[in-house]
């Protein structure tokens, strides 16, 4: 799910691990009542403003380049209440506009200004004559759809993350009323609910170790992928983890498990150009990879702890206690072995963000660490 996660991204970029990833994002307009405009107003121009945020990904050193297309259809929620990385509603090919910059992705008083002026313009008209189509909310969506935000004409290097708060992506109108002094002015027009906007994003695995994915809760066995696993948020993948030999801990007796830990380990400096996620978090997988939340004793999602050495990179992981996982499961004396461990991000971030781990599997290999008493 990517939608009402307030933020936008859009841009594209490319490495040898995760291939050409690119996000476009999509959202409609606010309506309201658009009020008297004075006789004596003056068209000036139009724009959206996109604010940043600290999200982001890849060469933002870069130049950037961002289309806008009008929607030909309106954004409609999957059964009314989400919408995924795979959605997608169709747009005029043509942009309404395009705009190339330097992103300055950690300015919090610099916004992207991508202007409509031709738009911006109908609208005005639309709005000072009163015209049946922006008469009420109904029409307006008619007229206006919805938009999306692309990768323009250069070819971008990073992915932008953009606010998309209703108060915060933004359409403005600029004119200015004739008077002895002319008085500036403005009509802003604030993005619909956050529930219709959701950024669709689109990848290429060919030339990449994950080239065996080919569809939704496919998996492929890190023996074809280097002894490695990969987890990246808004590309939903995730790192799968199964311990098919639990079961023969039932065959001895006199003993009883007092803790459990799964131990996985990033891949030494495969985080020196993104950081690795400061928490990662367990679900509970079946065979066709439906994904359950797993959690602690105090009803939180169960989070693994996170260490990271700085200097000699030799113990860096992740550790999760998953004592109450594995007693529960050995409790009827049976173990499913297609019963799996998967990582992910956290259930509200896995469609809102970026973040990645390739994790090791062999040197050192993931551990399942059994505490024991025996008697």
């Avoid at 609208?123 to 206006?144: A, Q, V």
């Avoid at 700085?310 to 049976?334: G, K, M, P, V």
Wanted: charged share 25%; hydrophobic share 35%; with cysteine.
């Amino acid at each position: 799910i990517t939608s009402s996660k307030r933020i936008a991204y859009v841009g594209n970029y490319e490495d040898t691990i995760f291939g050409l990833i690119t996000s476009r994002s999509f959202f409609d307009l606010d309506y309201e009542n658009f009020g008297e405009i004075d006789e004596r107003a003056v068209y000036d121009s139009a724009a959206f403003i996109l604010q940043y945020t600290d999200k982001n990904i890849g060469d933002t050193l870069s130049p950037m380049s961002i289309s806008v297309h009008r929607l030909t259809e309106l954004i409609v929620p999957v059964n009314k209440t989400a919408l995924f990385n795979t959605s997608s509603f169709d747009y005029e090919a043509e942009p309404m506009s395009t705009i190339e910059f330097f992103p300055e992705p950690h300015s919090s008083d610099t916004a992207v200004n991508l202007t409509v002026n031709s738009f911006g313009e109908e609208l005005f008209s639309l709005i000072r004559s009163k015209d049946e189509k922006i008469s009420n909310e109904d029409f307006f969506n008619d007229y206006i759809k919805g938009f999306v935000l692309t990768s323009g004409s250069v070819e971008n290097k990073a992915i932008l993350g953009f606010k998309a708060n209703t108060d915060q992506l933004l359409l403005k109108l600029f004119y200015h009323v004739n008077r002895e002094e002319p008085e500036k002015k403005e009509i802003v027009i604030k993005m619909g609910d956050t529930g219709r906007q959701f950024n669709k994003i689109d990848f290429d695995l060919s030339d990449t170790p994950l080239r065996n994915i080919r569809e939704q809760k496919n998996e492929v066995p890190a023996t074809l992928t280097g002894n490695r696993a990969f987890m990246q948020g808004m590309t939903g993948l995730y790192i799968k983890c199964l311990f098919p030999t639990v079961q023969n801990l039932l065959a001895d007796q006199g003993w009883k498990i007092l803790k459990a830990e799964l131990i996985v380990e990033p891949v030494k400096y495969s985080y020196e150009q993104f950081e690795l996620p400061d928490s990662l978090y367990l679900y509970a997988g079946d065979k066709r990879n439906n994904l359950s939340m797993l959690r602690n004793d105090k009803g939180q999602q169960l989070m693994g702890a996170f260490q990271f050495d700085y200097y000699l990179h030799e113990d860096n992981r992740y550790t999760f206690e998953i004592t109450d996982f594995i007693l529960n499961e050995l409790a009827d004396s049976y173990f499913n072995p297609d019963q799996s461990l998967i990582l992910g991000l956290a259930s509200t971030e896995q469609g809102a963000r970026f973040e990645r781990l390739i994790a090791e599997g062999r040197k050192p290999p993931v551990k399942l660490k059994l505490y024991y008493l025996s008697y």
